[in-house]
Nanobody, 120 residues
Framework: QVQLVESGGGLVQPGDSLRLSCAAS????MGWFRQAPGKEREFVAF????????YYADSVKGRFTISRDNAKNTVYLQMNSLKPEDTAVYYC?????????????????WGQGTQVTVSS
């Protein structure tokens, strides 16, 4: 059974930084998604198994960084210069298909989510 456990969410002010972690029981391609109230789940970032390639949504490019520590089986999302529009529940997801996708239905396992709120 694949398990993904996110942590690190919280309430921060605009311009602040936050780092999310996802402890995974599997080593595979991983993605971060987010879902704001009343909106569809949207792609945020993706990383390959080795960490050698990453992809980002245009809305977070230059502000967010995805990385991984395979020795700890953990994937991170470093979020800088946070904006109110970044407020959402953030999910990590495992892609067992070994190719990049920004579509949620291409991911096989999901964490429970962690709330990120950016507000003054």
């Amino acid at each position: 059974q694949v398990q993904l456990v996110e942590s690190g969410g919280g309430l921060v002010q605009p311009g602040d930084s936050l780092r999310l972690s996802c402890a995974a029981s599997v080593r595979t391609f991983m993605g971060w998604f987010r879902q704001a109230p009343g909106k569809e789940r949207e792609f945020v970032a993706f990383i390959t198994r080795s960490g050698g390639s990453t992809y980002y949504a245009d809305s977070v490019k230059g502000r967010f960084t995805i990385s991984r520590d395979n020795a700890k089986n953990t994937v991170y999302l470093q979020m800088n210069s946070l904006k109110p529009e970044d407020t959402a529940v953030y999910y990590c997801a495992a892609n067992m298909r070994n190719y990049f996708s920004s579509q949620p239905d291409q991911y096989d396992y999901w964490g429970q989510g962690t709330q990120v709120t950016v507000s003054s």
